[in-house]
């Protein structure tokens, strides 16, 4: 019984295989609209986009066009293949502007973008690019179904240049360019206001400023300590519960020491 239903499986799989490939030859356009449909509603996106990949131009200015180009830019989606389909879906959007899909093709078209954004230690361009894509579609569908989505993919995109920012103030915090640590974690700052790593970002500014001011020579060092306790003091007023309290507190006592040594000179 299971050997004949298997050989009955085996034998539809064969016929369906040899009749799609056969339609894909053909020159009926018809027939490669229909099995095309037919194959786009099983989800075989593979073999649907090859027949509309076909026939899409024979269309183009007929009623039919509308739904044939949608479905070529969702097996795109589906395919995996993004940079394609949120192209085909702008496209979409632009020839046809009232079609009841625009806004799934608007939403999918800045997914697509989405889907490109490379991890964050890499060159941001694209994630720029995602943000301002799917802003685009926030702002022009305020009630959209898709609202949520949107607004959950655009906040983990600028999480990712958010820590890129913050490993890049990070490393030269590693690697004793102090200096510049400071200044990085400032601009860091300033740019994500909102930042969930901001108070490990003040931390970390504390942190290379009062290396920047023990490891000073002489003369600058005064003024350096002095810019240090004032980076603790911010620190400890808006964060006073961080992780880092119990450590910055014993080197804001080092600052102070040394602070004291200048004042009793002076």
Known sequence: MKRGLYILLISILFISCSDFQKTLKSEDT????????????????NKSYRLLDQILQQYRGKPQA?????????????????YEASYHFDKFTDIYPQS??????SFLAAKGYYFNSPAYSKEQKETIEA?????????EY????????????VKELDFKLE????EIAKQYNIIREYKASIKSFNNFLLEFPGASLRSEAVYYRFDSA??????????????RVKDA?????????????????????LMNEELQEQLNTFTTKS
Request: one cysteine or more; aromatic letters at 14%.
């Open 66 to 82: 509308e739904k044939l180009t949608f479905m070529h830019a969702m097996c795109s989606y589906q395919l995996g293949t993004y």
């Open 131 to 139: 943000i301002e894509k799917l802003q685009i579609f926030i702002n």
């Open 229 to 249: 306790i004032g980076y603790y003091k911010v620190l400890k007023k808006l964060y006073p519960e961080s992780e880092h309290m119990e450590a910055a507190t």
């Open 142 to 153: 305020p009630n959209s179904q898709y609202l949520a989505d949107a607004n959950e993919l």
């Open 100 to 105: 009841e899909k625009a806004e799934q093709a």
């Open 30 to 45: 018809a027939a490669k609209f229909e099995l095309a449909t037919e194959l786009y509603d099983a989800e075989k996106w």
């Open 163 to 166: 820590k890129k920012a913050f």
């Open 210 to 223: 009062y290396n920047l001011a023990v490891l000073s020579i002489e003369y600058l060092k005064e003024q």
